[in-house]
């Protein structure tokens, strides 16, 4: 019974596409059986918002007169990077203010862009013969840059650890505050709704997907950063732990501030939280299988976040279902838990994507180039050498 | 029986231990610390749940008044700005009392202001600064 890429683009050009999310998509398979659903449907819409530090926007302000090339930016007092040409800039996200700290950052001057605020922008230059100026101080807002667009080397992993502490302090971490002496366990994923767990082995998800990045549609631009497929696997060749991660382009122009909010982490830092879906073809009925899994079938392995190492000690994996029940047990302790990436947030995300394909007739495209498989090196380390050993 | 909310503002090296001795002792009145600032050199804040008849409310406000500290029922106050927060969930890992929980169908946060102690932990946990303790 497979399905083409052209047979199902073609069905939501006419507007006949049958289109889930995948919890509904579960659901049906759950009552009809995988064959039965694989038929009926044609895509299927995941979604995540998570906080996705690996994130951040590309902008050209223009020319001022006489122009600057801005070596030194600041946009509302978070520096942005001055080594591209004159007036691009790069800012990422967890850049942090120079008079606020981690209290405003490079996710915050984003938002404000993206609700339509005036953004404060400072540039100084050295000065040279086709770029005379040496300062600006300026206002800009969204509608004034020529170009504005979201380039995230990393998003939407696929899995992530669950974090416990052991020790006896607080631990402040990027999923959260974690209690002394297991007091508490925070996990970071959209479960069965999470993009790259509906597709283990990015069968469908590769360079040139076509995508949802922040309310606005966008493009797998190329494997993200610690794109690692070569890691431990359950009986449906999904990870179970952290694995392969999308770099993702998209107009920042056309993005929502419903889907990208700026975050602050008590004694870790600025990161944001990016919503992003991805629609998957029911092609057949294998990838309609993984397509079917619920949180009771995937899991994600507990790691003690007490130890500030590299490879950190695991107490075994638990169920997303288990998680999601809000207790689980670590070291025979019932544990509370939190997840840190909103469960409403990628439902509305999957059902907008749905909406998308279903009345705006959003195309598919199958990909360019495939993202390194399982089986290829996993990530490396960084060693600390000296000079001298080199 | 009536259970009240009071935020008591005392002026520096008032010691508080004796009022609170008082408040039990002669007007019968049982008070829960909900959240103390205390500086020996400033003037100190302190948010105390109070549970007791009526008539011993009065008096022990009075009573409190009466030792130079200035008395506001219920001033202080948790507050949730929803327009923030994006149900992430983080503040229920670290809410003991368990007065924020995410509705075990929708995943959306709840707030029972009810069971809410006053502790912060929520407040420093909330990375969109969704969570404030107003006075
Ligand atoms: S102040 Fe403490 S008890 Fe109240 S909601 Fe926040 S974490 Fe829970
Ligand atoms: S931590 Fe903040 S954003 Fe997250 S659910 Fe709680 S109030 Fe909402």
New binding site residues.
């Given amino acids: 019974m497979a399905k083409s890429w052209e047979e199902i683009n073609a069905r939501i050009a006419s507007g006949d596409a049958v289109v889930l999310t995948a919890e509904e998509f579960g659901a049906l398979a759950a009552e009809d059986g995988v064959k039965a659903a694989a038929k009926r449907v044609d895509v299927v819409t995941t979604g995540t918002f998570g906080p996705m530090c690996s994130s951040g926007v590309v902008l050209n302000f223009g020319h001022s007169d006489p122009p600057i090339r801005m070596t030194e930016i600041t946009l509302n007092d978070v520096p942005a990077y001055g080594g591209l040409a004159a007036v691009d800039t790069y800012l990422g996200v967890t850049e942090t203010s120079t008079v606020r700290g981690i209290e405003y950052g490079g996710a915050h001057v984003i938002e404000d862009l993206l609700r339509g605020r005036a953004v404060r922008l400072k540039a100084s230059s050295p000065g040279t013969d086709c770029y005379p100026r040496t300062e600006i101080d300026t206002w800009v807002t969204l509608d004034d840059l020529n170009q504005a667009y979201f380039f995230n080397p990393r998003n939407a992993y696929q899995n992530y650890a669950v974090a416990v502490n052991t020790t006896d302090r607080v631990l402040h971490t990027y999923l959260g505050t974690l209690l002394p002496r297991l007091g508490n366990a925070t996990y970071c994923s959209a479960g069965a709704l999470s993009p790259l767990l509906n597709d283990p082995t990015y069968r469908t998800i590769g360079i040139g997907s076509r995508i949802f990045v922040a309310g606005a549609p966008g493009y797998v631009a190329w494997e993200g950063t610690q794109h690692n497929p070569h890691t431990d696997r359950d009986e449906h060749g999904v990870p179970v732990r952290p694995a392969g991660t999308l770099a993702v382009i998209a107009d920042l122009k056309a993005a929502s501030p419903e889907y990208f909010s700026a975050a602050s982490f008590t004694g870790y830092g600025v990161s944001s939280f990016v919503g992003i879906g991805v629609p998957i073809p029911v092609l057949d009925e294998d990838i309609a299988a993984t397509l079917a899994l619920t949180d009771a079938d995937l899991t994600a392995t507990i790691y003690d976040y007490g130890v500030q190492r590299r490879s950190r000690p695991s107490f075994g994996t638990v169920s997303y279902a288990g998680l999601r029940s809000g207790c689980i047990e670590v070291d025979g302790k019932r544990v509370p838990t939190g997840p840190v990436s909103s469960l409403p947030k990628a439902r509305a995300i999957a059902a907008e994507l749905k909406r998308w394909i279903a009345e705006e007739r959003f195309m598919l495209a199958p990909p360019v180039q495939q993202l390194p498989q399982p089986g290829a090196p996993g990530t490396k380390p960084l060693d600390i050498r000296t000079g001298e050993a080199i | 029986m009536a259970r009240k909310r009071l935020d008591l503002t005392f002026p520096p090296r008032q010691s508080l231990k004796p009022v609170i001795y008082h408040l039990v002792k002669d007007y019968d009145l049982v008070p829960n610390i909900l959240r103390a600032q205390i500086h020996p050199a400033q003037e100190g804040r302190m948010v105390l749940e109070v549970t007791g008849s009526k008539e011993a409310f009065q008096a022990g406000v009075a009573f409190l008044e009466g030792q130079g500290l200035t008395v506001n029922e219920a001033a202080s106050d948790i507050v949730?700005d929803e327009d923030?927060?994006?149900?992430?969930?983080?503040?229920?890992a670290v809410c003991k009392p368990d007065a924020?929980t995410l509705d075990p169908v929708t995943q959306r946060?709840t707030f029972d202001k009810d069971k809410c102690v006053y502790c912060e932990a929520?407040v420093i946990?909330?990375?969109?600064r969704?969570?404030t303790l107003t006075f």
């Avoid at chain 2, 946990?125 to 969109?128: E, G, I, L, N, T």
């Fill in positions: 949730l923030r927060c994006v149900d992430c969930g983080l503040c229920t924020l946060l929520c946990a909330c990375p969109r969704a969570i």
